[in-house]
């Protein structure tokens, strides 16, 4: 049975990723329907005002149907204004701001930007600083700079380590590296010397073997390195490990680099300020 379609709209006088994020949360829960969503972030002039109403307005004579938008506008203008659309709108600020407005007995500034802009410098470029550790110490390179590290995640090759890194830093300026299990790494019975002095830094990524092998039959089909059985082997071999030198172990299996990040906070209680 085909899946019914509706057209989405996110429109925002900055990025839009806050409306998008929310529209993404909250569209999931209609699965029988096939969203398809368009993006118009730094609407910002009339004219681009203008010209998203008439984008909108187009949609809603093809499909037949009102297009659902999802608004972030500080200026109240604007927001009256795409209310004026043929479409379902939704204005994310205004939704939830009267509300806190009213329990705090305090005006909200409206000011553009501050969810994602660079408002504080330095948390910014901790953020980016946070990113390029994630990068120079990605697949087991620049070991020397793991004493900087935050965490450190092991694992076989494809079990989430580069996104989960990079999803971390992004978002909580964590500095965090990734080493990738090899065969040379089972030889014994310890943990790789590179990552030995690191002990409680370290936490072990795990992942279904079936889930393990769709991927990486993605990556390179047909090869040794998606073979089931070599998939079981890796997994078994590194949760082995994992276990026999207690190191905290997370499993990967169907979920997303933003629920992995939020397992690795929770079982590790490491938290920084979030960057947004």
Not at 113 to 131: K, M, P, T
């Amino acid at each position: 049975m085909a899946l019914a379609k509706r057209s989405v709209f996110i429109v925002s006088d900055r990025t839009g990723l806050t409306a998008e994020e929310l529209a993404q949360t909250l569209l999931t829960q209609f699965p029988q329907v096939h969203f398809m969503t368009t993006v118009l972030p730094f609407v910002d002039s009339d004219h681009k005002l203008n010209e998203a109403i008439s984008q909108i307005n187009m949609i809603q004579e093809a499909d037949g149907s009102r297009p659902i938008v999802f608004v972030t506008f500080v200026n109240a203008d604007y927001r009256k204004r795409i209310e004026q659309a043929d479409a379902l709108v939704i204005d994310v600020f205004s939704s939830f701001l009267g509300i806190l407005s009213r329990e705090m007995n305090l005006m909200p500034s409206w000011q553009a930007g501050f969810s994602h802009g660079v408002i504080d410098q330095g948390r910014y470029n901790s953020r980016i600083d946070a990113i390029h550790f994630a990068m120079d110490c990605d697949d087991g390179v620049n070991p020397d700079a793991y004493d900087q590290a935050d965490l450190i995640l092991v694992g076989v090759s494809r079990s989430g380590k580069t996104p989960t890194c990079v999803y971390l830093a992004m978002h909580f300026g964590l500095y965090c590296a990734n080493y990738p299990l090899t065969e040379d790494d089972y030889l014994d019975d310890g943990l790789p010397s590179t990552l030995d002095a690191y002990r409680d830094r370290l936490v072990g990524l795990t992942i279904d073997a079936r889930r393990l092998h769709e991927i990486r039959q993605k990556r390179r089909p047909d090869s040794e390195y998606a073979k089931l059985d070599q998939c079981q082997i890796e997994v078994r071999r590194a949760e082995d490990l994992f276990r026999h030198r207690g190191i905290l172990m997370a499993d990967t299996s169907g979920i997303s680099v933003e629920e992995i990040a939020t397992t690795l906070l929770q079982k590790t209680g490491l938290r920084r300020e979030y960057l947004g």
